[in-house]
T-cell receptor
Framework: GENVEQHPSTLSVQEGDSAVIKCTYS??????FPWYKQELGKGPQLIID?????GEKKDQRIAVTLNKTAKHFSLHITETQPEDSAVYFC???????????FGAGTTVTVRA | DTGVSQNPRHKITKRGQNVTFRCDPI?????LYWYRQTLGQGPEFLTY????????KSRLLSDRFSAERPKGSFSTLEIQRTEQGDSAMYLC???????????FGPGTRLTVL
């Protein structure tokens, strides 16, 4: 099965700085890579996703990059704000409506 | 509220008891997923349905676990003879074409004493 590894497990950044989270996956058949944000007491919420035919995708302050050859993908958050503090999960799947394999999560803390 | 809803939000039970959780997906979403999340970990896939058909079950889903979606709308997840290792957050998600994004509910937190 698919194995997704995520680093770092915790990340503390100063407000306004950038945050980068990296993930690797094992199954070359995976072609869909979403990122979820989970706040305390809530379910994960999709913040951005990327498919294997695209190398990079950006949405305002967040961007994802994908390197299919190396089987790794990254989340970049620029100009971090206190409301960005949460747990972020990467995931991999063979399709958007297929089961997701998640990484272990990164706890991001934005210091004011 | 048109999001995914789960009930109960919290359940405390004694080891050996049976528990049942309910998930109401977003209206007309034909796919429904169950995941389990333990503290400090990402969600792990348990099973999923397309309409009323259960399409796949994870090896994590032992014979003590059963899930149903009888009319293709809400779903129930039952755990029989609960064990302390069953303590976790049980998450439900739903999706539907053409968007296919999986929308998650708030989860049911199970504590087995």
């Amino acid at each position: 099965g698919e194995n997704v590894e995520q680093h770092p497990s915790t990340l503390s950044v100063q407000e306004g700085d950038s945050a980068v989270i990296k993930c690797t996956y094992s199954d070359s058949a995976s072609n869909y890579f979403p990122w979820y944000k989970q706040e305390l007491g809530k379910g994960p919420q999709l913040i951005i996703d990327i498919r294997s035919n695209v190398g990079e995708k950006k949405d305002q302050r967040i961007a994802v990059t994908l390197n299919k050859t190396a089987k790794h993908f990254s989340l970049h958050i620029t100009e971090t704000q206190p409301e960005d503090s949460a747990v972020y999960f990467c995931a991999a799947s063979k399709g958007r409506d297929y089961k997701l394999s998640f990484g272990a999560g990164t706890t991001v803390t934005v210091r004011a | 509220d048109t999001g995914v809803s789960q009930n109960p939000r919290h359940k405390i039970t004694k080891r050996g008891q049976n528990v049942t959780f309910r998930c109401d997906p977003i209206s007309e979403h034909n796919r429904l997923y169950w995941y389990r999340q333990t503290l400090g970990q990402g969600p792990e896939f348990l099973t999923y349905f397309q309409n009323e058909a259960q399409l796949e079950k994870s090896r994590l889903l032992s014979d003590r676990f059963s899930a149903e979606r009888p009319k293709g709308s809400f779903s129930t997840l039952e755990i029989q003879r609960t064990e302390q290792g069953d303590s976790a957050m049980y998450l439900c998600a739903s999706s539907s074409p053409p968007v296919d994004e999986q929308f998650f509910g708030p989860g049911t937190r199970l504590t087995v004493l």
